[in-house]
């Protein structure tokens, strides 16, 4: 039912005084579009407590200008930068032997020529990366490359696979330290998908202090590892050599029921599980912005200690575990480096600091994705192939957005995969391969193109990169891809048609947007219909009426209702207080205040499309901020809804209510 009640009388120059009961916001009764705050103020000492809190969590606020004081010099860098890659050096030889487990301890000879072989790869993909950091100093890595010199589409590839790669960088890597702290409290293994929840959320409340503040929690952690590590296969070489190392006998439940032929394919898969060791190498390549300048010298150093220091511990990780003939544990409650440290130092208080280090690198290693995933997806924000979010900088200037976006989803996979390394590893190292023979391939094209000094030994350098990951790249999908890659393979495409329609958005939108040449502004030649949505008569909808009344002469008040008798009562009412604007009531008998309003709306637009229909919602403001959850959100759902309908402005007129 719609009736409009136009009649109109001599009515009093101003209202008399208003009877606080009459006027009270009628919260219980049929109320229709109460008015709400869209934004709550923190306020008294829950909200100083809150705000304190925040400072405490994030820091002190840093202006824009000090952005470069925040970059940090190589020693720094290298736990920020590097200690994904040299994390990996904890789980790399135990993924690769779990594979030649598989065809019995006799397998377990080829550990050492696949650790080799493993080794021998990284080196090509580092000298590789230092020319991408030469030639791309600004950052990108592998999207950048391959961006500038293969397309569009093949570099939206490289970042799909790297963006998948962080995301899994910190599932795997907080996995496998809560594997080591489990590994020392086993009363703790059925913990371990909370724990690791726990430790994500700490790794996004550090970085969201930004990088220097980072890099001093993280340091010491790494710097740790790699003494503690060193110290004890040096000492497992000594007593190696001196003939006093321990006699080790695998469990029995250990080795596999049915001993698989160690057959050409056993080999490669045990290989593509031991490239977890590469994980990390482009991390450098795309946080060179964080480094001090020079910043590709810099970066450079730090590649090339990040290579050393990993290739040492690999190797002398694998070298003990062939020699000792350690077999891993399937169920995962203990990982290769405990039992290696286990058995030589005999327990106590070094193999406690052991355990302690590697779970601590571990659980650092995330850090990597969660300073490169920001960066990388601030890049893609920047070509409008990520959201304009993704650009902010916090309080410290670190990029939240990026921060916040990759813990999420790295807590997603630790839960879908019950916090379990061995399900989330199949997962990792295909995608970043495939960004690494991207990104030497766009290395070939860049010095085919660029040439210079040295250009033939270079593009062969890259050439030989490209090929070398290329053919990695596809043993590990040809191995993988039925032991879970194939998801990779479902959300890297995901990702680039995700990317392409942001892209085209923003390209839409800017043309929608652009003024093509100067042209004086748009004149109003009628005036314009404002509604004013009213529940009952008190002082906020008085307010918002007089307020609509000086925007325009065709001011319409809306009443929606289920119960026509009340709103009979409220037009009574209202032909006393409110002058000269019409009263309209509009029968909702299914209670769909909202639709009912907006169909409403809709119809007055389609009358006359050239002219906007202006909506004033009036809106109290309570005093205090748990008063908000007193009352509904109406309001809020109007203004939502109003705010995607075209040619309809909308206008919030708040009245604060006193304490």
């Not at 996995?175 to 909370?194: C, D, K, Q």
């Not at 192939?385 to 990026?402: I, K, M, V």
């Not at 909202?594 to 009036?618: C, F, G, M």
Request: charged fraction near 15%; aromatic fraction near 8%.
């Amino acid at each position: 039912m719609l009736s409009d009640n136009e009649k109109h009388s001599n009515r009093p120059s101003g209202p008399p005084s208003l009877n606080p009961d009459t006027t009270a916001f009628q919260e219980t009764g049929k109320g229709v579009l109460r008015a709400t705050a869209v934004a709550m103020r923190i306020e008294g000492k829950v909200g100083k407590a809150l705000r304190n809190l925040g400072s405490i969590l994030s820091g002190k606020a840093l202006a824009t200008h000090a952005e470069p004081a925040q970059r940090v010099g190589k020693l720094q860098a290298l736990p920020i930068l590097a200690s994904d890659n040299m994390s990996s050096s904890a789980y790399a030889t135990e993924e690769l032997t779990r594979v030649l487990a598989l065809a019995g301890a006799g397998a377990l000879a080829l550990t050492m020529p696949l650790t080799f072989a493993l080794v021998a790869v990284l080196a090509v993909v580092v000298l590789s990366y230092s020319q991408v950091i030469r030639a791309y100093s600004s950052g990108g890595g592998s999207y950048a490359a391959a961006k500038e010199n293969l397309g569009t589409i093949p570099s939206l590839v490289a970042a799909s696979c790297l963006i998948v790669d962080y995301i899994l960088t910190v599932a795997v890597s907080v996995a496998a330290g809560v594997a080591a702290i489990t590994s020392a409290m086993p009363e703790l293994f059925g913990y371990r998908v909370p724990l690791a929840l726990l430790i994500i959320g700490a790794l996004v409340v550090g970085n969201l202090r930004g990088v220097r503040e980072s890099s001093r929690m993280f340091s010491v952690p790494t710097y740790l590892y790699i003494l503690t590590l060193g110290a004890l296969i040096l000492y497992g070489l000594f007593r190696l050599a001196t003939g006093t190392m321990p006699e080790y006998e695998a469990p029995r439940e250990w080795l596999p029921s049915g001993v698989q032929a160690l057959s050409f394919f056993l080999i490669l898969r045990a290989f593509s599980s031991g490239a977890v060791a590469l994980t990390g190498v482009e991390a450098v390549s795309n946080g060179v912005r964080i480094l001090r300048p020079p910043e590709s010298r810099n970066a450079n150093i730090t590649l090339v200690w990040m290579a050393v220091v990993f290739g040492s511990l690999f190797l002398g990780i694998s070298f003990l575990t062939s020699s000792i003939g350690l077999v891993p544990d399937p169920s995962e409650r203990q990982t290769v480096i405990s039992l290696l440290a286990r058995l030589i130092t005999g327990g106590g208080w070094y193999y406690s600091i052991v355990q302690a280090a590697t779970a601590l690198i571990l659980v650092l290693a995330a850090n990597t994705a969660f300073v490169d995933f920001p960066r990388l997806s601030f890049v893609l924000a920047g070509d409008r192939f990520f959201p304009n979010q993704f650009l902010f900088r916090g309080r410290r200037l670190a990029l939240s957005t990026g921060i916040v976006a990759v813990g999420g989803l790295a807590g997603t996979f630790v839960v879908i995969f019950a916090g379990s390394v061995a399900g989330l590893i199949p997962l990792y190292t295909v995608g970043v391969f495939v960004a690494f023979t991207l990104s030497q391939a766009g290395m070939v094209r860049y010095w085919s193109k660029v040439r210079g000094k040295w250009w033939r030994w270079a593009m062969l350098l890259n050439g030989l990169g490209a090929l070398t990951t290329g053919v990695v790249a596809t043993e590990a999908i040809a191995v993988k891809f039925t032991h879970g890659a194939w998801i990779v393979f479902l959300l890297v495409p995901l990702l680039v048609l995700m990317m392409l329609a942001i892209q085209r958005h923003y390209a839409r939108l800017g043309q929608q947007l652009r003024l093509d040449r100067m042209s004086p502004l748009p004149k109003v030649t009628q005036p314009q219909t404002v509604l004013v949505p009213v529940a009952d008569l008190n002082k906020p909808v008085l307010a918002a009426l007089a307020y609509a009344r000086s925007l325009s002469s065709q001011v319409r008040a809306v009443h929606v209702t289920d119960e026509l008798k009340s709103a009979e009562r409220l037009r009574t009412r209202w032909e006393e207080w409110a002058q000269d604007i019409p009263l309209i009531i509009i029968e909702a008998p299914y209670r769909d205040w909202t639709r009912a309003l907006l169909q409403y709306v809709e119809s007055l637009v389609q009358q006359d499309e050239s002219a906007p229909v202006t909506v004033v919602i009036p809106e109290f403001v309570p005093s205090r901020w748990w008063q908000h959850l007193l009352h509904s959100q109406s309001a809020l759902r109007l203004k939502a809804a109003l705010l995607s309908r075209p040619n309809v402005v909308v206008i919030d007129i708040p009245y604060h209510l006193r304490r």
